[in-house]
């Protein structure tokens, strides 16, 4: 078996940061839960409001093939990507933002928080997220 | 650690040392109506009062896989780290090698299901030869990655269809890769457990020669 990459172990201390960004970007603006996903489909951090728990699991595996998907469809019309990816329900709504190139960012929202608003925090979540990972 | 090592690097196992937590994920490979669901529906079935959440499946209308079916677990501890299983399948119709190649993404062991009817002979050596070039694609060899085989469907002898014997299904798929093999029925569930539990052995001896 030898010769394979070991995948990326991350430390206390840069997990520490990447759930104080998305609490305090995400989570006190009223986000019902958060979720830092791989593109293989595994959770990096959950974070949520105490009211909603959802299966995370799913929903990791589910976002990574939905996003891979839609990123393989944006190549097929001649995009790189499409950057916003965004499902609006009755009562929820889920937001996708890609971080970096191998980190996905799931964010479940209702339609009391303005999108462009929603936008711009997770926004400045990943800016904190990739500073921490790069540092 | 720069932008591009951390690309690099992140591709498997996911280890959070937080949380102490270990997340695997495995994938059934292999040809299209070979049994790689049946295999997860068995371990469902037979584990289900351990396994909190159900099977997430993405079909087609007329049953058949269209992107994966997936089934998480725990394991329980190893070595103080809480180990959580997560088990994929792959569409194995050849059309739906897109979305079969999105699954394999950060794969840490494999199940190779081989159809052991004579007239799936072609199919098994085409979906590994698409196994190892999509793996390729990805930078990883399926000669490094844990990987077992499985004989499925030898049940099926019984009802006098012909079955390829296991030592030509060997020499077809396990004469280079040399991985430990087993002769299976996933409908009746004989040796899927095994296979599973032999999968997830070698991944952790993999996991673990890594973080020495």
């Known amino acids: ?135 | 650690m720069s932008k591009n090592c951390f690309v690099k690097c992140f591709l498997v196992p996911f280890i959070n040392l937080k949380k102490r937590e270990v997340q695997v994920k495995i994938v059934y490979y292999g040809p299209g109506r070979g049994g790689k669901t049946t295999n997860l529906e068995y371990v469902y079935s037979k584990f289900n009062d351990r396994i909190k959440t159900d099977i997430v499946s993405i079909k087609t209308q007329g049953d058949r896989t269209l992107f994966f079916d997936f089934l998480p677990f725990n394991m329980g501890k190893i070595k103080g780290f809480d180990v959580r299983v997560q088990l994929y399948t792959v569409p194995g119709q050849v059309k739906y090698n897109a979305t079969r190649k999105l699954v394999l993404r950060g794969v840490d062991g494999l199940v190779f299901v081989a159809d052991s009817m004579e007239a799936r002979r072609e199919k098994n050596l085409h979906s590994l030869k698409n196994l190892h070039e999509n793996l390729a694609s990805y930078n990883e060899s399926i000669f490094k990655i844990p990987l077992v085989l499985q004989y499925n469907k030898r049940d099926l002898a019984e009802q006098g269809i012909p079955l390829l014997s296991v030592e030509s299904l060997e020499k077809d798929l396990n004469s280079k890769l040399r991985v430990p093999s087993f002769e299976a029925s996933a409908l009746a569930g004989t040796n899927v457990v095994t296979t599973m539990k032999k999968i997830i052995t070698m991944t952790m001896a993999s996991i673990e020669s890594q973080l020495k």
């Not at chain 1, 840069?14 to 998305?22: F, K, P, R, S």
């Not at chain 1, 937001?95 to 999108?115: A, C, E, N, Y």
């Open chain 1, 1 to 135: 078996m030898g010769g394979r990459k070991l995948g990326y172990i991350l430390g206390k201390e840069e997990l520490t940061g990447i759930e104080h960004a998305l609490g305090q970007n995400l989570i006190e603006l009223g986000v019902h839960c958060v979720v830092l996903i791989d593109m293989a489909g595994n959770i990096i951090t959950e974070l949520d409001n105490g009211e909603m728990k959802p299966d995370v699991y799913s929903l990791a595996a589910l976002a990574a093939g939905n996003f891979g998907a839609v990123s393989a469809m944006a190549k097929i019309v001649g995009e790189d990507e499409f950057s916003l990816l965004f499902h609006k329900g009755e009562k929820e709504c889920i937001h996708f933002s890609k971080i970096m190139t191998d980190l996905l960012l799931i964010t479940i929202f209702d339609r009391d928080l303005s999108l462009g608003f929603l936008r711009l925090k997770v926004a400045e979540a990943a800016e904190k997220i990739e500073k921490i990972l790069e540092s």
